[in-house]
């Protein structure tokens, strides 16, 4: 049982205690168990299985919580977990995992108008009975049917880092089986695409059924969905689907390349293929003469590419967007890397809705590393984060000051700041505090209900002020939850490059904003990107490599990203 299902399971009974009106002090320690479990740096499995050591050894883990982790892992199930999933209708769940409902509304739904499922919850909706019920209005009905719609598509499509946390786990639970000789993931998955459909397993063994009957032992598998020679699906207990292959050794380019997409990408290169008398399909390449096929290549990719006299493309450029094009007059980009940046640009302490101090979002930084930051705390307007004043920024940029003369130049940290961008148009901090910033990052967060030509022309009030550097997320979308919102994306471009400033590709695995399209356009436009963590804790900062793939299939090599400059070298073009 892996760490992050122990803590499913916790933030479950949270809900369902919640739902039932229990003592919310309940509800709060399932709720911290819960975080504390899936921040842990390591598998409470495996400290359970160490003799030398225990589990409330781990910072935050008391007995009580050590006791239920335990029986967690040794018998798979919670008692109180049971007797709630028995006392409230399961479709009760859906409806709390609505965008903008929770366990509070869903039982006030439950109770005033016996809304159990999310059918009756859109018909509740659309006859405007919900409307009726306190702490609800029509908006909330709106929002609501949306988000009904939106949790329909969403689950079917989980974020990549989900997927990649399933994909390391099931592959590391395969590789133990001795007969498999080569293993890869293919599909959307390895194609870096922000949201992943199902996993695609390819395998080479001798002995398919020894793979598959390891696949049927898999610990977070829910059920088989089929089973065949050398193919079986099955679905795991947070519903991704996993499709496993397995294939002879001849022919394990082939199927990489095949199953590894895109579909569209696909039928170009078959298309190609045919144009040279050739056939490509899962199982190799072939010469067509007549009647008869002589198999040329399969055992690599690079073999399967090179009978088209084609580079071994990079699964993220596999979109048939223009990577043919780029082969063809040899410019396939040599794309960024994760290795390339030195600096991040987009992070928040304690001073506001961060979890580790400044001093620790330094060290963090040190030691993954890279040679500075911006901090960017948000500003005033944010509330509810307790965003900072002019007076407590300032403080915190001199805590900064003292803490570089500390550094030496070792590690350089920058005075930043996330202003917001005020509905009325505007920055949320007088100017003469945003001109002693070295970056200032420049957001919407509210108002984000406004007209397309309103929120477009807050945007470009701040590309056009002298202070502002960065507009960060710039469409605003969390994936499956909110949409973006409305904004010509063109003047966007326009702006920022007439005005020298930059947009963010924000890495955090929900956001992802700038999106690949969207980067893509940005470079056409000569603007430089910055990929920023928005860490938001000390493991925030290794969002990186999210931002970075997402880069990749914008086709961004290292010099279209800023923050792989050294700060000397930032620092010029910001002056530019
Ligand atoms: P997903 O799972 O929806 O995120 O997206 P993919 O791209 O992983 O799609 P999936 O799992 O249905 O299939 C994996 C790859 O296999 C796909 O990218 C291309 C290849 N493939 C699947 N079905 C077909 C097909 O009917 N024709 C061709 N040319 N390729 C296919
Ligand atoms: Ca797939
Ligand atoms: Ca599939
Ligand atoms: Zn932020």
Request: proline fraction near 3%; charge should be negative.
């Amino acid at each position: 049982m892996t760490n992050s299902r122990i803590a499913d399971i916790f933030d479950e009974i949270a809900d369902l205690l919640e739902f039932q009106g229990s003592n919310p002090f309940r509800v709060r320690a399932y709720r911290h168990g819960a975080r504390i479990i899936r921040d842990l740096h390591e598998p409470v499995t495996a400290v359970l299985a160490d003799e030398s050591r225990k589990l409330t050894d781990l910072e935050g883990i008391g007995k009580d919580l050590a006791d239920k982790i335990r029986t967690l892992v040794e018998t798979g199930v919670l008692a109180q977990h049971q007797e709630l999933l028995a006392q409230v209708p399961a479709t009760v769940l859906d409806i709390m995992r609505v965008p903008g409902l929770g366990p509070k509304k869903a039982a006030s739904l439950y109770k005033e108008l016996n809304i159990a499922t999310l059918d009756q919850l859109k018909a509740a909706c659309e006859a405007e009975q919900v409307r009726q019920l306190k702490g609800f209005g029509a908006k909330t009905e709106q929002t609501i049917l949306h988000g009904i719609s939106i949790a329909a598509a969403a689950n079917e499509r989980v974020y990549w880092s989900e997927a990649d946390a399933v994909a390391q786990d099931v592959k590391e639970h395969l590789r133990s089986c001795r007969s498999v000789e080569q293993l890869e993931l293919a599909g959307s998955f390895r194609r870096g695409k922000e949201t992943v459909g199902d996993l695609d397993v390819l395998v080479v063994s001798p002995d398919a059924a020894e793979v598959m009957n390891r696949l049927a032992e898999y610990s977070e598998l829910a059920e088989v969905i089929a089973r065949g020679d050398t193919k079986m699906s099955i679905r795991t207990n947070k519903g991704l689907q996993i499709d496993l292959r397995v294939v002879p050794a001849e022919s394990f380019g082939a199927a990489l390349q095949y199953f590894t997409g895109s579909k569209d990408h696909n039928v170009v290169a078959r298309g190609l293929a045919k144009q040279r008398g050739l056939k490509i399909n899962e199982y190799g390449v072939y010469r067509v003469d007549g009647d008869s096929e002589e198999y040329i290549a399969g055992a690599s990719e690079e073999d399967v590419y090179a009978t088209l006299d084609l580079p071994c493309f990079p699964p993220e450029l596999r979109e048939s967007r223009r990577e043919f094009e780029w082969a063809a007059a040899g410019e396939l980009p040599e794309l960024i890397s994760v290795d390339d940046i030195r600096g991040d640009l987009h992070m928040h302490t304690t001073a506001t809705d961060g979890r580790a101090t400044l001093e620790e979002m330094v060290a963090a930084a040190r030691q993954r590393g890279l040679s500075y930051i911006a901090i960017t705390d948000h500003s005033k307007r944010v509330s509810m984060a307790r965003g900072l004043d002019a007076q407590r920024v300032l403080a915190q940029w001199e805590e900064i000051d003292t803490l570089n003369a500390r550094l030496k130049g070792k590690f350089i940290v920058l005075k930043g700041i996330e202003c917001d961008i005020l509905e009325a148009g505007g920055m949320d901090l007088p100017d003469d505090v945003l001109a002693q910033a070295d970056w200032v990052l420049a957001s919407v967060h509210y108002g984000q209900q406004q007209s397309r030509d309103q929120i477009t022309k807050r945007i470009l009030g701040a590309i056009e002020h002298p202070a502002v550097t960065a507009i960060a997320h710039p469409t605003g979308r969390i994936i499956n939850r909110r949409e973006a919102y409305e904004v010509d994306i063109a003047a966007v471009f326009s702006a920022a490059a007439k005005h020298g400033k930059f947009l963010e590709l924000n890495a955090n695995p929900a956001r992802l904003d700038l999106h690949d399209v969207h980067c893509a356009a940005a470079k056409s436009h000569g603007i430089p990107i910055v990929i920023n963590t928005d860490a938001h804790s000390i493991d925030g900062l290794d969002c990186m490599r999210y931002g970075i793939l997402q880069a990749r299939r914008a086709g961004l090599t290292k010099n279209d990203v800023a923050n792989t400059r050294t700060w000397p070298q930032l620092k010029k073009l910001i002056a530019q």
